[in-house]
Structure formats: structure tokens, C-alpha cells
């Protein structure tokens, strides 16, 4: 049985007011929804001050990216230590925003996979169609050809300790959700996939759902068989709305 998972990815938004706000609101719904891991990923800049109200509560945090590299001449970058001595438990690798708008191909994005992890982090691998992928049909060749470069790379049983992050980029930010049948389906398909390689690895990895996930619609997607749980975006700024969605993945 795994266990549910529902992360917050707070992108470029956060004041330090919002986020005492924010973490102090979810900290009920992380205790009344006892089964269900309650993550956030804040900008980097927000990590200590998360650190500092997570101290007490059952909530753990991450980053939303890291570097490949771990240390020098690499103006603008965090990495995996730095993340690893703040307390972060995970890193988001390969959000759709970063490989569209950064340009980080798929293997750049399993060299921070494989970095994350040999650091102590556990990477979410997020992985998606956009939405003339989708329309051409090719979602479950775009989703194995980004596993694959993890897989190339750092072998099937690393994604025993990593989490998979499925997020249709055309889901993302638009408020169009995939019904939670289309979502299933690509989801049995990646745990299919890995299960090719490893039934195990593929039985036991968690594999959430992003894309406009809102109090309104998680359960619905959380009681899929293969939806593990969600990464959310605009609903995870709210701790009213945020609550609601991590409600919804309560057994
Ligand atoms: P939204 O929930 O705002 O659609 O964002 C999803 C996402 O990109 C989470 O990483």
C-alpha cells in the first residue's frame, strides 16, 4: 500500500507573511488527515523560514529545483547539499516550466535526478505531454522517453526512492484538469512501463498527478488506483483550498 502524498509547488509566490499564514493553516489539516504526507516546496529563499515553522508538524518540504553541480562558479544556483543541510526531504527535477521555459533537456534533468539523490534528497521526477503532444497522440512516448532518461542514467531501482510527479502541461495552470479516467490510464501506463523493468520499483513508487488539482476535484483523481496523490500548484497557495485537496487523498 502506498502512501498518499500531496505536495505543494508554491512556483515564484511567497512573502514571508503568506508563508507563516500557509504553513500555520495547514498544520491542522496534516493532523486530521493523519495518512496522507503533506509536503510544500517553496522558493529556495523561503526554506529556512519553512525549516522553522515545520519544526513541530507532521509537514515535510522540498525544493522546487536543484543544480547538477554541488559547489562553485554557478551564479544563481542551489544545490543539493545546500537543500540537504536546510532539511529539505525532496526536490521537484524536471518540472514542465523548467524544461519549456529553461530549456533543460531530459538528460540534463536525470543528471539533477541522479545528483539529488547521491545527496540524500529524494527527487520528484515530474514528466508530461504538452498539449500538441497530446493532441498528436503521443503522450505515452513522450512520458517513457522521459523516464528512460532516468533510467539510462541512474538504473531502474533508483526510482525506489524518488517519487514520479505525472503533470500534462496543457493541465498546468489552465484549469482544464485531465478527467481523472485519462489520468488514470497514463498512470497505469508508467507503472506498467517500469513494471517491464522491476515489479517491484513499479509497485512501490509513488506517481502523483498535477495539473489544476482543487478541493473540487481530488478526491475524484486521488481514488484512482494509480494516483498516489497530487502536485499542486495555484490551490496549494491557500490553506483553506489546500486543505480541501489533501482531504480528498484521506483513505
Ligand atoms: P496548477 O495546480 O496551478 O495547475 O499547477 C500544477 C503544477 O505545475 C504543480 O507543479
Same mark, same amino acid.
Given at each position: 500500500?502506498?502512501?498518499? &502524498?500531496?505536495?505543494?509547488?508554491?512556483? *515564484?509566490?511567497?512573502?514571508?507573511?503568506?508563508? !507563516?499564514?500557509?504553513?500555520?493553516?495547514l498544520?491542522d489539516?496534516?493532523?486530521?488527515?493523519a495518512?496522507v504526507? %503533506? @509536503? $510544500?516546496?517553496?522558493? =529556495? %529563499?523561503?526554506?529556512?523560514?519553512?525549516e522553522? *515553522?515545520?519544526?513541530?508538524?507532521?509537514?515535510?518540504?522540498?525544493?522546487?529545483?536543484?543544480?547538477?553541480?554541488?559547489s562553485?562558479?554557478f551564479? /544563481? !544556483?542551489?544545490? @543539493?547539499?545546500?537543500?540537504?543541510?536546510? /532539511?529539505?526531504? #525532496?526536490?521537484?527535477?524536471?518540472h514542465? !516550466?523548467?524544461? $519549456?521555459?529553461?530549456?533543460?533537456?531530459?538528460?540534463?534533468?536525470?543528471?539533477?535526478?541522479?545528483?539529488?539523490?547521491?545527496?540524500?534528497?529524494?527527487p520528484?521526477?515530474?514528466?508530461?505531454?504538452? &498539449?500538441?503532444?497530446?493532441e498528436?497522440? !503521443?503522450?505515452?512516448?513522450? %512520458?517513457?522517453?522521459? &523516464?528512460?532518461?532516468?533510467?539510462?542514467k541512474s538504473?531502474?531501482?533508483s526510482?525506489?526512492?524518488?517519487v514520479? +510527479? #505525472?503533470?500534462?502541461?496543457?493541465?498546468i495552470g489552465?484549469?482544464?484538469?485531465?478527467?481523472?479516467?485519462?489520468?488514470?490510464?497514463?498512470?497505469?501506463?508508467?507503472?506498467?512501463?517500469?513494471?517491464?523493468?522491476?515489479?517491484?520499483?513499479?509497485?512501490?513508487?509513488?506517481?502523483?498527478?498535477?495539473g489544476?488539482?482543487?478541493?473540487?476535484?481530488s478526491?475524484?483523481l486521488? /481514488?484512482q +488506483?494509480?494516483?498516489? /496523490?497530487?502536485? %499542486?500548484?495555484?490551490?496549494? *497557495?491557500d490553506?483553506?483550498?489546500?486543505?480541501?485537496?489533501? @482531504?480528498? =487523498?484521506?483513505?
Amino acid at each position: 500500500m502506498r502512501q498518499a &502524498l500531496v505536495m505543494g509547488n508554491w512556483k *515564484l509566490n511567497a512573502t514571508k507573511a503568506s508563508v !507563516e499564514a500557509l504553513i500555520n493553516g495547514l498544520v491542522d489539516a496534516a493532523k486530521d488527515n493523519a495518512t496522507v504526507e %503533506v @509536503a $510544500v516546496c517553496p522558493p =529556495a %529563499v523561503f526554506i529556512p523560514q519553512v525549516e522553522a *515553522l515545520t519544526a513541530d508538524t507532521a509537514i515535510t518540504y522540498g525544493a522546487q529545483d536543484c543544480d547538477v553541480n554541488t559547489s562553485g562558479a554557478f551564479t /544563481g !544556483e542551489n544545490s @543539493a547539499v545546500m537543500l540537504k543541510e536546510f /532539511g529539505c526531504k #525532496y526536490t521537484l527535477v524536471g518540472h514542465s !516550466e523548467r524544461r $519549456v521555459i529553461h530549456g533543460e533537456s531530459s538528460e540534463v534533468v536525470a543528471d539533477k535526478f541522479a545528483v539529488a539523490q547521491e545527496n540524500g534528497l529524494v527527487p520528484v521526477l515530474c514528466i508530461g505531454e504538452t &498539449l500538441e503532444q497530446f493532441e498528436a497522440g !503521443e503522450t505515452k512516448a513522450v %512520458v517513457e522517453a522521459q &523516464l528512460q532518461a532516468v533510467v539510462t542514467k541512474s538504473g531502474i531501482t533508483s526510482l525506489n526512492n524518488a517519487v514520479i +510527479a #505525472y503533470e500534462p502541461v496543457w493541465a498546468i495552470g489552465t484549469g482544464k484538469t485531465a478527467t481523472p479516467e485519462i489520468a488514470q490510464e497514463i498512470h497505469a501506463h508508467i507503472r506498467s512501463w517500469l513494471a517491464e523493468q522491476d515489479a517491484a520499483v513499479a509497485n512501490k513508487v509513488q506517481i502523483l498527478y498535477g495539473g489544476s488539482v482543487k478541493g473540487a476535484n481530488s478526491a475524484e483523481l486521488f /481514488g484512482q +488506483a494509480d494516483i498516489d /496523490g497530487g502536485l %499542486v500548484g495555484g490551490a496549494s *497557495l491557500d490553506a483553506v483550498e489546500f486543505s480541501k485537496v489533501i @482531504a480528498g =487523498a484521506s483513505a
